[in-house]
């Protein structure tokens, strides 16, 4: 796809800049710098279990995911995780911690850095799918739903290991040894 400098209106030709190919302006000095895109997810914490919404929109259209989604250029991180949550699963939302960063990689369109949080639905606040979802829904981490991304799996991945880390503090005493099971 042809693209144009946004100074002068030139077609734009490649360069070497940095050892990188880029699109870059022949008479000025602008360059077309392709830079990745930033997303949330949060892993909702809910009685039962975590919230999930099935998609009504591509991509992953149907299928369940977290919610989550672009952060706008003026958002903070948090700000965008907090408004994408009410958007989606219609619920105010208190993130509790960063779980970790994720990286999504593509060719044709920008690469995504992803922020993903843990949190819990605010007081007694209850679900209910927004324009982008059929359904929303709480779901125990071991009966969970087949997830639309792969990021999003990482992202439980790394749920599933904060948990545990919370859930066993390195002790000295051993554990007691497991009784061998009676049948
Ligand atoms: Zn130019």
Redesign the pocket.
């Known amino acids: 796809m042809a693209h144009f400098?946004l100074?002068?209106?030139?077609p734009l030709v490649l360069r070497i800049i940095e050892g990188r190919e880029v699109e870059a302006?022949p008479?000025?000095d602008?360059v077309l710098w392709r830079d990745p895109k930033v997303a949330t997810a949060v892993v909702v914490e809910a009685e039962g279990g975590i919230v999930l919404g099935r998609r009504s929109i591509e991509p992953g259209y149907g299928e369940w995911c977290l919610p989550g989604g672009f952060v706008n250029h003026d958002e903070d991180p948090a700000g965008a995780a907090v408004r994408e949550c009410l958007e989606e699963i219609g619920a105010d939302v208190e993130l509790l911690e960063l779980l970790g960063v994720y990286h999504v990689a593509k060719m044709t369109t920008s690469s995504i850095v992803g922020i993903a949080y843990r949190g819990r639905l605010a007081g007694r606040a209850a679900i209910s799918a927004g324009s982008e979802m059929f359904e929303v829904g709480v779901f125990r981490l071991d009966a969970l739903p087949e997830i639309a991304f792969p990021s999003h799996r990482q992202v439980l991945a790394m749920y599933d290991g904060a948990a545990a880390r919370s859930a066993s503090p390195p002790s000295a005493t051993p554990a007691r040894p497991t009784p061998p099971r009676t049948r």
């Open positions: 400098c100074r002068c209106g030139r302006c008479d000025d602008f």
